[in-house]
């Protein structure tokens, strides 16, 4: 299984970045998809999660307005475009794939498969 984001970075308070997830080794669709983020001291947290048709989307409450999750199914990624960034989202973020048997899409125990971050810097 290989779970891999990209396109972290340094952006300016008010900018915008597009996170992708491209992910391997396991059958895309039977999983939902969540992004999460860890700051420096703080525990992880759910930002946004994707059922596995797409058709149901989960955020947290300080991102709702601001950053939309999509996937592809055919092409087995998920994305997270984020924006009107704050210094407050500056953290590392993470995919995860899971099949939520709680109910719960933005805790992190209802996910198998992880990628290793990406950073994100939002300076102000």
């Known amino acids: 299984v290989q779970v891999v984001e990209s396109g972290g970075g340094l952006v300016e308070a008010g900018g915008s970045l597009n996170l992708s997830c491209t992910t391997s080794?396991?059958?895309?669709?039977?999983?939902?998809m969540g992004w999460f983020r860890q700051a420096p001291g703080k525990e992880r947290e759910g930002v946004s999660a994707?059922?596995?048709?797409?058709?149901?989307?989960f955020y947290e409450n300080s991102v709702k307005g601001r950053f939309t999750i999509s996937r592809d199914n055919a092409e087995n990624t998920v994305y997270l475009q984020m924006s009107r960034l704050k210094a407050e989202d500056s953290a590392m973020y993470y995919c995860?794939?899971?099949?939520?048997?709680?109910?719960?899409?933005?805790?992190?125990?209802?996910?198998?498969?992880w990628g290793q971050g990406t950073q994100v810097t939002v300076s102000s």
């Open positions: 995860a794939a899971g099949r939520i048997r709680f109910g719960d899409p933005l805790n992190p125990d209802e996910y198998n498969f």
């Open positions: 080794g396991f059958t895309f669709d039977d999983y939902a």
């Open positions: 994707i059922s596995w048709s797409g058709k149901n989307t």
